[in-house]
């Protein structure tokens, strides 16, 4: 196809190399061999760190981490054989709405269909975890097909795209073609575009939400991705309006502030919950309302009157039928708002905040015992709190799933606007790669990943790439010897007792990650007393070295469960 400015004869890799230093890439995660010479350009042109990593789905959840943390789409690539494991870690970005550029080495015409070593048709496999899959058959497409991958990985709700480049190695970037480096700024982070919302349907919603008495604001990724915090906190001060937040959106607004009711549905704070189902209006922004928000679309109950702000169309009603629905940026939707609020109308919400403070209290009451824990065992709860304490105010934390999850989300606070936390949307084994691509995209920035043990036995391999690298992020291991979210549905299903062949399910021998994280030439620190937590975080964050503290936790203890 014919680009403008094409003049000069160049190979695919130089110019592969140079377009992504332009985009301010600074580190892509891979298991070689794939684009081999583009590396050696990438050496020789750029300043991109090539990490090396022991499996395609950890290089992916690194790119996830990188992206999440930073803004900017975190870059992953596998060769052929690799693709599918690459896929596979594409799948929590795709259901977080990640950027991530995917680059695997695939077919070439010459050979397909027969049988070629390695070779399968891996293209389909990326259709349900990407917003666009092509491939590269030609050197002279890699600058227009790369820039479709960062303008749809950024747009929208962003996300994952995937491009297969010729070749089992993607040899296709060996190639010579005249092509311009041309790169579009714009769409080297999200968001490029803050689309302005129509002024009718601010107004709208506005004047429902200024006549409720009982509104709340249930925010989500959307607002994260917009960097709508400080905007959305102006509001609910001004108006007088809670805060509840999904797991993905939980660092919009600290979880100290007075109008913070915490993180609502499945992996929650029953406060949220329970505020969110007492109130008369929901002010849905940036958030899909999927299962894991709404508790299964318990909490609201499907009917209780919404209005919703998405960047998404197709988002706008989804799952509860809107009183009014605006369609734009989260962060241009509320200055909008804000500009022309009726502060006043704060006055009639006095009953509710009152209620919404005793909720508040009402949480902290019954969890304080296991928040205060001095049990040892550890009670897991205790190590939340003690994070919530003694987390760095730039801190980004990285949460996995299952308790952590749990725990984290419904017991740990961000105490300040200048702290991240970023969450797997259901992968369990995300977090640490996660980390360590966050640390690659913020050294500046401490990283405190929180994972349960059989999280971190997934990629454990990677530790040894942490030292390699020195990505030096701190995990904090909940070690119980065992995945204890599995523990309740192996018991019922062996009729609701707990027997040692149940056991055999999920359950682990007990191993002390601090000693194996030494061994690969980290920092390990065990913690077996509550007391001893703090102290270990700020040794291991002092340390300035990948560090691991592995805490042992009491295997008995399970993550309270949603309440609606
Ligand atoms: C890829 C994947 N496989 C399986 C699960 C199901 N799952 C959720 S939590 C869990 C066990 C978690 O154990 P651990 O990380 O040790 O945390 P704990 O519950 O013990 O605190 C499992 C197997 C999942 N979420 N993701
Ligand atoms: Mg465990």
């Known amino acids: 196809m014919a680009m403008v400015g094409h003049n000069t004869k160049r190979i695919g890799a130089e110019v592969l190399a140079d377009m992504l230093a332009g985009y301010g890439v600074t580190h892509v995660f891979m298991v070689p061999a794939v684009l081999r010479r583009t590396f050696a350009e990438m050496e020789r042109r750029t300043k991109i760190a090539r990490v090396h990593c022991h499996g395609e789905k950890s290089a992916a959840y690194m790119a996830d981490g990188y992206a999440r943390a930073s803004g900017k789409p975190g870059v992953c690539m596998a060769q052929v054989i690799g693709a599918l494991n690459l896929a596979a ?95 579009e700024a714009q769409f080297a982070r999200v968001p490029p575009f803050r689309p302005e919302p129509e002024a009718a349907h601010v107004k709208v919603a506005l004047e429902l939400l200024q006549k409720a008495e009982r509104p709340i604001i249930v925010a989500g990724g959307g607002a994260r991705t917009s960097g709508a915090g400080r905007e959305l906190v102006a509001l609910a001060e001004a108006l007088q309006i809670p805060v509840a937040t999904s797991l993905n959106g939980k660092d919009v607004i600290p979880g100290t502030h007075a109008l913070c009711v915490g993180v609502v549905g499945s992996y929650s704070r029953e406060c949220a919950n329970l505020a969110v189902n007492r109130a008369d209006l929901v002010f849905f922004i940036g958030t899909e309302t999927g299962g894991m928000t709404t508790h299964f679309w318990a909490a609201p109950k499907i009917g209780t009157p919404a209005i919703q702000v998405d960047i ?57 015992s296991a928040l205060e824990s001095d ?38 606070d961000l105490r300040a606007a200048t702290q991240s936390y970023m969450r797997s949307a259901g992968h369990l084994g995300w977090a640490f790669p996660a980390g360590l691509g966050a640390k690659a995209a913020c050294p500046d920035r401490p990283v405190v990943v929180f994972t349960g043990d059989a999280g971190f ?104 469960t949603a309440l609606v």
């Open 89 to 183: 870690g594409l799948r929590d970005a795709y259901l977080a709405h990640s950027p991530i550029i995917a680059m695997t080495g695939g077919r070439d015409p010459k050979t397909k269909f027969r049988k070629v070593y390695q070779e399968i048709d891996d293209v389909p496999a990326f259709e349900p975890v990407t917003k666009m899959n092509v491939t590269v058959d030609d050197v002279s497409r890699i600058p227009d097909l790369l820039r479709q991958a960062f303008r749809t990985a950024t747009t929208g709700a962003p996300g994952p795209v995937h491009l297969q480049f010729r070749g089992n190695e993607g040899q296709v970037d060996l190639e010579e073609a005249e092509m311009d480096a041309l790169v």
């Open 312 to 368: 998404e169309p197709e988002s706008l009603g989804r799952n509860y039928p809107l009183q009014a629905s605006v369609l734009g940026d989260a962060k241009s939707v509320l200055i909008r708002m804000l500009g022309q609020i009726d502060k006043a109308s704060a006055v009639k919400r006095a009953a509710w905040i009152k209620e919404i403070a005793a909720l508040r209290g009402d949480w902290y009451d019954k969890y304080k």
């Open 375 to 412: 049990a040892v065992p550890i009670h897991p709860a205790r190590i939340c709190s003690e994070l919530t304490r003694h987390m760095p105010d730039d801190a980004i934390v990285v949460v996995d799933t299952g308790h952590a999850g749990m725990w984290m989300g419904g017991m740990y």
């Open 457 to 560: 036995w997934y990629h454990i391999g990677e530790v040894e790439t942490a030292v390699r690298w020195n990505l030096a992020s701190v995990t904090v291991v909940n070690n119980n010897g065992g995945g204890n979210q599995s523990k309740r549905g192996f018991d019922r299903a062996y009729g609701g007792e707990q027997t040692a062949q149940a056991r055999e399910l999920w359950t682990y021998n007990k191993i002390n990650f601090a000693k194996l994280a030494e061994d690969m030439g980290a920092t390990g620190i065990r913690v077996e007393k509550p007391g001893d937590i703090a102290p270990a975080l700020a040794s291991a964050l002092a340390a300035k070295r990948p560090a691991v503290i592995d805490v042992a936790t009491d295997i008995e203890v399970l993550a309270p």
